[in-house]
């Protein structure tokens, strides 16, 4: 009864703190320009480069690993810096689809685009993991010697033996594995939207001729990369 | 035939209420600070509804003393110190499996702008959108908690705390997501929520 008591009087002074804290807002009005003008906005600007990693760092992961959120958050260690830029570009003009990434490609400007985007392509953490095992090796084929009879060529010819890709060719190695299975299985959907010419589309025929299965096995393998 | 339905029919009645008279003095323990169907009192916080996996990860947190905001420690850490890891498992999936109810206690009038935060983020002051973890209707998943409709002043006392060098649980991006928050994203971003169903 004592203990309810005691909480009860610390409620009351949080409500007395809340209408203090309300009338302190209502006092300084349209606070967030009031707080601008008083050095906030220093950080509010863009803040400098180590600021910005850490905002990319929340969601790709604190070792950008990439991030199993609602979403999973794609690895940004060892990609290639091309691509990182070429998919903020595609945000950007809305050839890729993700209101997300397209607020967040809006803050950036080219300086910091290039730095964050070598940064993370030093970056080499160890893959993130949690892909299932169960279908390592036919991932590990079509990774190597594709679907002759699906018309799916072997990832390696363009990813590369390692799965590090190379200039707009993304890394695959330790990629989230629910990220490379979304992306594959949704393709056309993301990727290469409006009329703009678009370097995904060498990519549709492949994804498309896919099958769930096979997506899932590939995902799973290009995860394990080192 | 029908003594097999039988059957069924006692092993469901069995399977569904198994769990609550298994555990119901320890349940009571837990409802007497977080409210009798658990829709969460004073400074504890709404259990119903919660990510049974985000519960047992807490607990553990609490158990470990890993979690050590004030509230965790006075109360949090002895309450569950004979909890073994079975208990706490059953705990928190029985807590997830409750309809829970929002608080509605946020000031109305930051809603609509803690929502745009939330769906949004603010690029430019390096402030993330909760939604990427959080999901479209802070819903939450796996470990990741349900926010929607939980109490302004716990959303709010959970927001300034990982500012101020509190912790949770090792490897929680969330001191980076707060870091740039100010006291009017917080104060809009517990509205908001607190009225998310």
Redesign the interface.
């Known amino acids: 009864m004592r203990r309810l008591f005691t909480?009860?009087c610390?409620?009351l002074r949080?409500i007395d703190l809340?209408a203090a804290?309300?009338a302190l807002?209502l006092i300084v009005a349209g606070?967030?320009v009031v707080?601008g003008d008083e050095g906030?906005v220093a950080?509010?600007?863009?803040?400098g480069f180590e600021?910005?990693l850490?905002?990319c760092?929340?969601?790709h992961g604190?070792s950008a690993q990439g991030?199993?959120?609602?979403?999973p958050?794609p690895r940004l260690a060892g990609q290639q810096p091309q691509y990182i830029e070429n998919q903020l570009r595609a945000f950007i003009e809305r050839r890729r689809t993700n209101?997300?990434m397209a607020?967040?490609a809006?803050?950036l400007n080219p300086s910091m685009i290039a730095a964050l985007a070598s940064h993370f392509h030093h970056l080499d953490p160890k893959p993130i993991g949690g892909a299932p095992h169960g279908a390592l090796a036919l991932g590990k084929r079509i990774y190597e010697e594709g679907l002759p009879e699906s018309n799916v060529a072997a990832c390696w010819a363009c990813h590369g033996t390692d799965g590090k890709g190379q200039n707009e060719i993304p890394r695959l190695a330790g990629q989230l594995y629910e990220y490379t299975v979304g992306q594959l299985s949704g393709w056309g959907k993301q990727r290469g939207q409006g009329t703009a010419v678009d370097t995904s589309a060498i990519m549709a025929p492949t994804a498309h001729n896919l099958s769930k299965s096979q997506i899932e096995a590939v995902a799973a393998y290009v995860s394990t990369l080192q | 035939m029908k003594r097999i339905a039988w059957k069924i029919a006692l092993l469901v009645l069995g399977v569904s209420v198994a769990p609550v008279v298994a555990g119901e003095a320890v349940v009571r323990n837990c409802t007497w600070c977080h409210g009798t169907s658990a829709q969460g009192y004073?400074?504890a916080p709404r259990l119903a509804g919660q990510r049974s996996l985000y519960l047992e990860t807490q607990i553990r947190a609490f158990h470990d003393h890993v979690r050590d905001n004030p509230f965790s420690k006075q109360y949090m850490w002895s309450a569950v110190a004979a909890l073994a890891p079975d208990a706490a498992h059953d705990l928190a999936a029985y807590f997830a499996t409750l309809p829970a109810r929002p608080a509605n206690d946020g000031?109305r009038s930051l809603a609509a702008s803690g929502r745009s935060i939330y769906?949004?983020?603010?690029?430019?002051?390096?402030i993330?959108?909760c939604?990427?973890?959080?999901?479209?209707n802070a819903e939450?998943?796996?470990d990741?908690p349900r926010l929607g409709g939980l109490a302004y002043?716990y959303l709010k006392a959970r927001l300034e705390q990982w500012g101020q060098g509190y912790h949770s649980v090792a490897?929680s991006?969330m001191p980076?997501?707060a870091?740039?928050l100010?006291?009017?994203e917080i104060?809009a971003l517990a509205s908001y929520l607190s009225f998310v169903r």
Do not use: Q
């Open positions: 909480i009860d610390s409620r949080d809340r804290l309300l807002v606070s967030v707080r906030v950080v509010r600007a863009g803040g600021a910005k850490d905002y760092k929340t969601c604190l991030y199993r959120g609602y979403f958050m209101p997300i607020n967040v809006h803050a | 004073m400074v000031n769906m949004e983020g603010i690029p430019d002051a390096n993330v959108a939604y990427a973890c959080h999901g479209p939450g998943v796996r990741i002043s490897g991006p980076l997501v870091r740039p100010g006291p009017a104060d």
